[in-house]
């Protein structure tokens, strides 16, 4: 029979990498309550990818921030307690484990899975309004960016012909703009217009993803500088420059902020209340 919701059957036991995804998520000296609250999160997302993994794919996650950071077993004490202390533990929206996605600094402003996407979300991933926890971040406000009009261009257009959008036809960009924001604020779809008269609009974490793309020799490589670390931007076009300002955060934004997490462990609160904080609605359950 296939895998059910809580069933790890035919799937390695999560346990056996967790401590290894946690250390590298988090930093050495961050508090107990913030691991705990980053397990819980952590196996619920793995759980989910796992049991999603198409048929004839041979892995079920990337060591990467494609799916989760991993580097092996790991021997951090902290990392070890956490993964002990909330072992079988997963958050549930409705009665499903919640794919709880988490990233390192909100901002103070979440997304949605279909802010970031377009994609389906759940009643736990609702974008919300985040009290600072997270601005001791060295990614909560960043300075602005400035990237060529003409080159930012190519490299949406390249990118929409990679993904097989309709940005594939873009011409030179003559105005970029925030085209809607969410329920908190933050902005969920871009605008871009071209030289050629067409519009074109992407969700925020494609219009990010986009702007960041790298993967022809055609264009000039980007250094880490010029990247984009955050959708939470605004976007102006200025001569033959695009500047991105009030930029914060770092990451997509959805879940569980990692900053703020630790701001609030450290503000005294425990893993359940960081984990309502930022899962609103969700439950813990054990799974296993």
Same mark, same amino acid.
């Given at each position: 029979?296939?895998?059910?919701?809580?069933?790890?059957?035919?799937?390695?036991?999560?346990?056996?990498?967790?401590?290894?995804?946690?250390?590298?998520?988090?930093?050495?000296?961050?508090?107990?309550?913030?691991?705990?609250?980053?397990?819980?999160?952590?196996?619920?997302?793995?759980?989910?990818?796992?049991?999603?993994?198409?048929?004839?794919?041979?892995?079920?996650?990337?060591?990467?921030?494609?799916?989760?950071?991993?580097?092996?077993?790991?021997?951090?004490?902290?990392?070890?307690?956490?993964?002990?202390?909330?072992?079988?533990?997963?958050?549930?929206?409705?009665?499903?484990?919640?794919?709880?996605?988490?990233?390192?600094?909100?901002?103070?402003?979440?997304?949605?899975?279909?802010?970031?996407?377009?994609?389906?979300?759940?009643?736990?991933?609702?974008?919300?309004?985040?009290?600072?926890?997270?601005?001791?971040?060295?990614?909560?406000?960043?300075?602005?960016? !400035? %990237?060529?009009? $003409?080159?930012?261009?190519? @490299?949406? &257009?390249?990118?929409?012909? #990679?993904?097989?959008?309709? *940005?594939?036809?873009?011409?030179?960009?003559?105005?970029?703009?925030?085209? !809607? %924001?969410?329920? $908190?604020?933050?902005?969920? @779809?871009? &605008?871009?217009?071209?030289? #050629?008269?067409?519009?074109? *609009?992407?969700?925020?974490?494609?219009?990010?993803?986009?702007?960041?793309?790298?993967?022809?020799?055609?264009?000039?490589?980007?250094?880490?500088?010029?990247?984009?670390?955050?959708?939470?931007?605004?976007?102006?076009?200025?001569?033959?420059?695009?500047?991105?300002?009030?930029?914060?955060?770092?990451?997509?934004?959805?879940?569980?902020?990692?900053?703020?997490?630790?701001?609030?462990?450290?503000?005294?609160?425990?893993?359940?209340?960081?984990?309502?904080?930022?899962?609103?609605?969700?439950?813990?359950?054990?799974?296993?």
């Amino acid at each position: 029979d296939a895998p059910t919701q809580f069933d790890l059957v035919n799937h390695v036991p999560i346990e056996s990498y967790l401590p290894g995804v946690l250390d590298r998520e988090l930093y050495d000296d961050w508090q107990l309550a913030t691991y705990h609250a980053q397990a819980i999160a952590a196996r619920s997302y793995a759980l989910v990818s796992a049991l999603g993994t198409p048929p004839g794919r041979w892995y079920d996650l990337e060591n990467t921030q494609v799916s989760q950071a991993y580097r092996g077993y790991s021997h951090h004490a902290t990392s070890r307690q956490a993964v002990i202390d909330t072992a079988g533990l997963v958050l549930t929206d409705e009665g499903s484990i919640l794919k709880a996605y988490y990233s390192s600094t909100c901002g103070g402003a979440g997304l949605s899975p279909h802010d970031a996407w377009g994609a389906a979300s759940a009643n736990a991933l609702v974008p919300k309004t985040h009290e600072p926890w997270c601005e001791a971040s060295p990614y909560f406000q960043l300075k602005p960016i !400035e %990237r060529s009009r $003409v080159t930012l261009s190519q @490299r949406l &257009a390249a990118f929409g012909k #990679r993904q097989f959008l309709p *940005i594939a036809e873009l011409g030179t960009i003559t105005t970029m703009a925030i085209a !809607e %924001r969410n329920e $908190v604020g933050r902005a969920s @779809r871009f &605008a871009i217009s071209d030289d #050629r008269g067409k519009r074109y *609009i992407l969700p925020a974490e494609t219009f990010r993803q986009a702007c960041n793309y790298r993967g022809t020799k055609r264009l000039p490589a980007l250094s880490r500088r010029l990247r984009l670390r955050t959708s939470h931007v605004n976007p102006i076009v200025r001569g033959e420059q695009v500047i991105f300002t009030d930029m914060r955060g770092f990451g997509h934004g959805i879940g569980l902020c990692q900053f703020g997490a630790e701001g609030m462990a450290n503000a005294g609160h425990d893993a359940v209340e960081i984990l309502a904080t930022y899962y609103p609605g969700a439950k813990i359950e054990r799974a296993y």
